[in-house]
């Protein structure tokens, strides 16, 4: 299958461990992020969004939080298990309504 | 949720041909993106697929190059012209659903390869 990543900066991360990705943002003016999920040969799939005027949101096992001081967002998965292993990546709705993917970071599980 | 089918899943293409990739959404979208994302990286916007007139494309890219045609509000299709060894890549469709939050439906991306 696809080898999406091989180029990605990688994190790896003990199975039942937290693990947290970071993103930085450019445009001050973007008012909504995603993060998404990519694994091996599909698509991305959403997993969780944030609006500007929040600066935190949880989902099941996921935290997203939003710093706009600094720009910076993160996605924190709780007890992470072999089936997290991805790519990740951040998105931010720029002004003009379309969706801008940043670098992405593979998410790599030890056993 | 949507449900975005794209074909071909991936073809291997000879240098110079064109290829037609298709997009159908099972569900009304407001909006429709085309992405590529080459090995190894992130995705990169080409354009967005306007229902009846013109795509809107971005930076470093052309319509000449990427033609595309968005009929109706749930189909679409994106074009690669002369096509280049520079042009293997996934290819991916994405939708708004109507009413949504804002978030983007994926395909499963059209992988291509140019000999």
């Known amino acids: 299958g696809e080898s999406v990543g091989l180029h990605l900066p990688t994190l790896s991360v003990q199975e039942g461990d937290n693990s947290i990705i970071n993103c930085a943002y450019s445009?001050?003016?973007?008012?909504?992020f995603i993060w998404y999920k990519q694994e091996s040969g599909k698509g991305p799939q959403f997993i969780i969004d944030i609006r500007s005027n929040m600066d935190k949101r949880q989902g099941q096992r996921v935290t997203v939080l939003l710093n706009k001081t600094v720009k910076h967002l993160s996605l924190q998965i709780a007890a992470t298990q072999p089936g997290d292993s991805a790519v990740y990546f951040c998105?931010?709705?720029?002004?003009?309504?379309?969706?801008?993917f940043g670098k992405g970071t593979r998410l790599h599980i030890l056993p | 949720s949507a449900v975005i089918s794209q074909k071909p899943s991936r073809d291997i293409c000879q240098r110079g041909t064109s290829l037609t990739i298709q997009c159908q959404v099972d569900s009304q979208v407001t909006m429709m993106f085309w992405y590529r994302q080459q090995p190894g990286q992130s995705l990169t916007l080409i354009a967005t697929?306007?229902?009846?007139?013109?795509?809107?494309?971005e930076s470093g890219f052309v319509i000449d190059k990427f033609p595309i045609s968005r009929p109706n509000l749930t189909f679409s299709t994106l074009t690669v012209s002369n096509m280049s060894p520079e042009d293997s890549s996934i290819y991916l469709c994405s939708g708004q659903l109507t009413g949504g939050t804002g978030e983007l439906f994926f395909g499963e991306g059209s992988r291509l390869t140019v000999l």
């Open positions: 697929a306007n229902q009846g007139s013109e795509a809107t494309y």
């Open positions: 445009n001050s003016a973007s008012d909504y």
């Open positions: 998105a931010e709705n720029r002004a003009d309504d379309k969706i801008i």
